[in-house]
């Protein structure tokens, strides 16, 4: 650029043009457009210094135009900086300034940056300020894709930074929560370091004291005081306990010794009763030597006198009067057979008062009281099971207990079934077989008087039994019509009716029939039944194999006896005071109880069999001997005690061994059935019938 030539510079809006020449004086006219100026006024974080212009720094007027400073001669370099576009000698704020322009400022012509337009008067520029032009813009594009990568990354790197603030924040709450649970373990640690300190003290003070070396420690000394704390527990369980038994033993003696005097009594009047009959006897022998009429007089006089001396003594001594032999026992069973037969009324009256003996026993009066205190206990809250309970049904349950006993067994069986019914389900069986006519109704009619017989509550059409005791058998046979009515649940039912209103023994069938018994045992083929007498026969051999090896010696099948002792549960098998003993426990237990009585009753007789050496003997014996045993204790024992161990898995896995082996063989049976009906129709039909007036031409 020569010396004098004018450039103007144009800034746009942002910048107020200022114009300056090398030395300070008026340049020639320079002109910078706005879109060149874009290269050369970037942000200062993007660009270098590239080069400077002058301008004038008292604001002069467009008139004074000067050259602009430009970069020397060579590449521009990279811009990230501002560009200085003033000269640095005349701005004070940049180094330099205000200084004397270097001596060479002439020999170095000063030239536009590149991009910026030149308006000179030879109008010569044309094609390098399009050249110019299209450098720049290329520049700019190049600078506009770094700006838009720098901008994305700083997003990127805010992101990240934000992203590790908040996992700094975390990290801090986290390190708090680490530093409270370190000052709390601390504090823990501290605290047991105290009382380590306080216990080590305390126990070198009792080592102090004792001066042995030889004394316990304190470790030992703390296990001595537990081992002294459950001793006391023990005891005081125990306590507990003696004391209830001295209650119980004290109630006994108060009693025995009431039952003492009055024994006393008893002796002493059949002392004197004694002296009487011997006196009677000499008289007798007297007679006897000089009889004076037949002999038979004699003593039948002397009998009358024996019956009627005891007249006047029952009036003054109440105590003394002979237990008088009821016709039907506190169960409604008779006592007294209704034959004529003087011999077995005798019998009878015997067995009637063994049996009112033994119920007068003391353990009969201990089992009484533990009853009344164990209900007394339970007043307010049901019965639940327990190993106490338990014992006390095995003993048996007291006459007045037993209605509430056997409900309470029944709904322990059966509440799950019963709370998914309608609470009249029962009555709603009875309309069903009232309205329709049932299959069973004709059988079950039949049954009826023949049930028990021997009790006053069903021996009579009119008896307050039998109604209740149809209604249910219909109800049951609605209910389970698989079933239907079979023989054998019409004195279930009626024992049941003994104790328990009319529906709840009808609740008590089922839970006999479909909860206790295995499936098929009252069907037609009575499999259930069948299954249970192989099981019985391997409890025999394993229980009593000396009484199963003497029935198998002479080929006796007690089965056929058992049979109905399981298909019952000893009803009219046993004294009804063992019956009704059984079913507690029955009730409670299950059918495992079935099989422990069937073992003990021949356990109890076991001698007598062995004794018998004739299959006849040994099976007319089976038939009545149940009926000889009294001793309800005696046999409870035997049933709880000697057949121990009885695990009901046992029976199971027995019955599920013998089910699939008389299921073959009733297969092969109903095989065989058919085979013998197709032929027995087959030969009627080919048979060729001949009338009597056929066979008399």
């Not at 003290?201 to 030992?220: D, F, L, M, Y």
């Amino acid at each position: 650029m020569e010396d004098g030539q004018q450039i103007r510079v144009s800034l746009g809006s942002r910048f107020q043009p200022v114009l300056y020449d090398h030395w300070g004086h008026t340049p020639p006219e320079v002109i910078i457009r706005p879109s060149s100026f874009k290269a050369l006024a970037l942000s200062s974080r993007l660009c270098e210094p590239a080069g400077r212009f002058c301008a004038d720094s008292q604001a002069g007027s467009v008139g004074h135009q000067a050259p602009l400073f430009g970069l020397r001669d060579g590449p521009v370099p990279p811009m990230t900086s501002a560009l200085l576009l003033c000269d640095p000698w005349l701005l004070p704020s940049l180094p330099g300034a205000g200084a004397t322009p270097p001596a060479d400022a002439a020999e170095h012509p000063v030239r536009a940056a590149p991009g910026c337009r030149r308006t000179t008067t030879s109008g010569t520029g044309e094609a390098q300020e399009a050249q110019a032009q299209a450098q720049v813009d290329a520049f700019l594009l190049e600078r506009e894709v770094q700006i838009q990568g720098l901008c994305g990354h700083m997003e990127r790197l805010a992101l990240e930074k934000e992203s590790l603030q908040q996992e700094l924040k975390t990290l801090k709450i986290k390190v708090g929560e680490i530093n409270e649970q370190l000052g709390m373990l601390m504090e823990t640690i501290q605290a047991k370091d105290e009382v380590i300190i306080k216990l080590s003290r305390e126990s070198g003070e009792e080592a102090g004291q004792a001066g042995e070396a030889s004394s316990p420690t304190g470790i030992k000394d703390q296990h001595e005081l537990d081992n002294l704390k459950d001793s006391l527990e023990g005891y005081k369980s125990q306590n507990k306990f003696l004391n209830k038994e001295i209650m119980e033993l004290t109630v006994l003696r108060r009693n025995a010794e009431s039952r003492e005097k009055v024994l006393e009594a008893k002796y002493t009047a059949l002392e004197a009763k004694l002296c009487q009959v011997e006196s009677k006897y000499l008289v007798l022998l007297q007679e006897v030597k000089t009889p004076v009429g037949p002999t038979s007089e004699v003593i039948t006089r002397l009998l009358e006198d024996a019956l009627q001396v005891e007249s006047g003594d029952q009036q003054e001594h109440t105590l003394l009067k002979p237990h008088t032999v009821s016709e039907y026992d506190v169960y409604g069973f008779k006592t007294l057979p209704e034959e004529e037969d003087e011999e077995e009324k005798l019998v009878a009256k015997v067995r009637a008062l063994d049996l009112k003996t033994l119920s007068l026993t003391d353990q009969e009066v201990s089992v009484s009281v533990k009853w009344d205190n164990y209900l007394a206990g339970t007043m307010n809250r049901e019965m639940a099971r327990s190993p106490e309970l338990k014992a006390l049904i095995r003993s048996g349950v007291p006459h007045v207990h037993r209605p509430k006993v056997w409900r309470w067994c029944v709904w322990l069986h059966m509440h799950k079934v019963r709370e998914c019914l309608a609470e009249d389900y029962y009555r709603g069986l009875l309309s069903l077989a009232r309205e329709k006519q049932n299959p069973a109704s004709k059988q079950i009619e039949l049954d009826l008087l023949r049930t028990l017989p021997n009790n006053k509550h069903y021996s009579l059409p009119s008896s307050d039994g039998i109604q209740k005791l149809r209604n249910i058998l219909l109800a049951f046979s609605w209910r389970n019509p698989d079933i239907g009515y079979c023989q054998g649940l019409n004195r279930l039912a009626a024992i049941a009716l003994l104790y328990l209103e009319e529906e709840d023994a009808f609740w008590c069938l089922t839970t006999i029939v479909e909860v206790f018994m295995p499936r098929d045992y009252y069907t037609k083929t009575l499999l259930g039944s069948q299954v249970d007498q192989r099981v019985f026969k391997d409890l025999m051999c394993e229980k009593l194999p000396r009484l199963h090896a003497h029935f198998e010696h002479y080929k006796v099948d007690f089965s056929l006896i058992t049979f109905n002792w399981f298909l019952v549960v000893f009803v009219d098998s046993v004294v009804s005071d063992i019956l009704f003993k059984i079913w507690d426990s029955f009730l409670y237990e299950g059918p495992k109880i079935i099989f422990r009585f069937a073992l003990a009753l021949f356990k109890y007789k076991e001698e007598e069999f062995l004794k018998l050496q004739d299959s006849m003997a040994i099976f007319k014996y089976l038939r009545y001997f149940t009926r000889t045993i009294l001793d309800a204790r005696k046999l409870m024992n035997m049933a709880f005690v000697d057949m121990n161990p009885f695990p009901l898995r046992q029976i199971q896995n027995r019955r599920t061994f013998h089910l699939e082996k008389v299921r073959l063989e009733l297969t092969e049976l109903e095989a065989i059935r058919q085979t013998f009906l197709r032929e027995r129709e087959n030969s009627q039909q080919g048979r060729d019938v001949i009338s009597d007036d056929e066979e008399d031409n």
